[in-house]
């Protein structure tokens, strides 16, 4: 079925209804393929990434009937928008009701001006939730056409991981490769991605988050291993783990009192999932008036942003981890969305990093000032916000609160010289045994521990 599917790419456009969603390869635009296919197969075999090749716009009076709607009333709306010619109204309601049964609430540091929005209040505790569990959803639905098992490929850098493991842990038809760097992804995250064991298997790589996205993305391209395993990604490659991350920023707009100022939003940023989620959102007719890509030292989306030139680094090891990225993965994604062209992306998009003593400076400020208790990329997402705002100064600002601080228990402890509380599903966690097979960061020794499990 999947290569069907890619025999009939070119002509998709011809033999879909008009109302199908298609999507388009960023390397080839004649490259165009439906939602099934940019579902499962997740990137094309060109290297680019897929890409809707309309947007859908936001229906006429849709903002002024956001107050109040719940994250699952938004979620219901928007799938809609998008998958209209794909899912009938009951799937949608379906997927829907069984992906987010959690909100994302808009926390107030200061009124009117200063809110975090809380994006972890999901199993695996961090905004991952959202994409992954939608994306479990839709493969469901969608698996009947598929006869083979589905092989999920992801690589974490701390938080996909987990989500990408509860989301899919027992789903029937699909099992789950995680690939995590060695050392870099905290204690409580590493429990999360390597004990669950049944169909979720983890591979410790001896190396970076970049190696590890690199060996998955070198093995969709591998003959062998897509003759052997129907591969798919849960990584922000895939297009649907983006749709459904842009509710969110929705969700933040519901919860504001209606004559707020213009919005700004502070994203926390290591593969730039989030923020193209966001841009996505922006794109349909969310009023944003800027976006902050705030991240740490790894910075190169910053410094394209002032200097006009990308430059992927080699990834640093800091203490939000997660964002540890040196060539993030969604940036030609970004450009995309944003029309290819720096004057527009500079003027939507406003860059700032933090060193790791900021970020600790902040998490003890914010508990302080504020008594809120942030992890570590969400304090980094209100430093960006700070420095936005240092300079213009009528706006109301959102950070996304990426993942909750007890994640990181426990330096968020030490920093702020007290427990965090640890919410039971992340505790309960601590005495499991880890099962991880270790691997060098060579694409061979990966690709040959795959072949053992087939
Ligand atoms: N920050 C991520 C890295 C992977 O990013 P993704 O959005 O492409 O899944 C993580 O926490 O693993």
Redesign the pocket.
């Known amino acids: 079925m999947v290569c069907c599917n890619r025999l009939f790419a070119r002509n998709l456009r011809a033999l879909l209804p008009d109302y199908a969603m298609t999507f388009y390869s960023t390397n080839d635009a004649t490259n165009v393929v439906s939602v099934q296919e940019a579902l499962f197969n997740s990137m094309p075999q060109d290297r680019g990434l897929y890409m809707p090749s309309a947007i859908p716009a936001l229906p006429a009076g849709y903002l002024n009937s956001l107050p109040g709607k719940s994250f699952a009333d938004i979620a219901y709306d928007l799938t809609k928008l998008w998958l209209t010619g794909d899912l009938t109204d009951a799937q949608v309601a379906q997927l829907v009701e069984q992906a987010f049964p959690f909100d994302t609430p808009l926390v107030e540091l200061e009124a009117g001006r200063k809110y975090v929005l809380e994006l972890f209040h999901g199993p695996s505790l961090?905004f991952?939730d959202v994409?992954a569990r939608f994306m479990a959803g839709l493969m469901s639905i969608f698996s009947a056409s598929y006869d083979k098992e589905v092989h999920i490929l992801?690589?974490?850098?701390?938080?996909?991981?987990?989500?990408?493991a509860m989301g899919f842990h027992n789903v029937p038809g699909v099992r789950v490769s995680i690939l995590?760097p060695k050392g870099r992804?905290s204690l409580l995250?590493e429990k999360q991605l390597t004990t669950l064991g049944g169909n979720v298997q983890a591979f410790e790589v001896d190396g970076s988050?970049d190696d590890c996205?690199a060996l998955v993305k070198t093995a969709f391209l591998d003959q062998e291993l897509n003759q052997t395993f129907a591969l798919s990604s849960?990584?922000?490659?895939n297009i649907f783990?983006?749709i459904p991350q842009s509710f969110y920023y929705f969700r933040a707009l519901a919860q504001l009192a209606p004559n707020h100022k213009p919005v700004v939003f502070s994203t926390p940023s290591?593969?730039?999932?989030?923020l193209s989620a966001g841009v996505l959102g922006w794109r349909m007719g969310l009023p944003v008036e800027a976006f902050v890509a705030a991240t740490n030292l790894n910075k190169v989306v910053p410094d394209y942003l002032s200097s006009g030139t990308y430059e992927p680094m080699a990834s640093l090891a800091t203490l939000s981890?997660?964002?540890?990225?040196g060539n993030?993965?969604?940036f030609s994604r970004l450009k995309r969305l944003l029309g290819d062209d720096y004057a527009s992306i500079t003027d939507r998009i406003k860059g700032y990093y933090f060193t790791d003593d900021q970020t600790i400076d902040e998490i003890k400020r914010l508990r302080d000032v504020y008594n809120y208790v942030a992890c570590p990329h969400t304090a980094v997402g209100l430093l960006g916000l700070e420095s936005y705002q240092h300079f213009a100064v009528d706006n109301c600002g959102i950070a996304l609160a990426t993942?909750h601080p007890a994640k990181f228990s426990p330096a968020v402890d030490e920093i702020l010289g007290q427990a965090v509380d640890v919410p039971e599903r992340l505790a309960i966690l601590a005495n499991r045994t880890k099962q991880a097979i270790a691997i060098p960061g060579t694409f061979e020794a990966f690709k040959e521990s795959l072949l053992q499990t087939a």
């Open positions: 961090a991952k994409g992801v690589a974490t850098s701390g938080d996909t991981g987990g989500a990408v995590y992804v995250q988050f996205q849960a990584n922000s490659i783990r983006l290591g593969n730039f999932g989030n981890n997660a964002m540890d990225v993030p993965s969604n993942a």
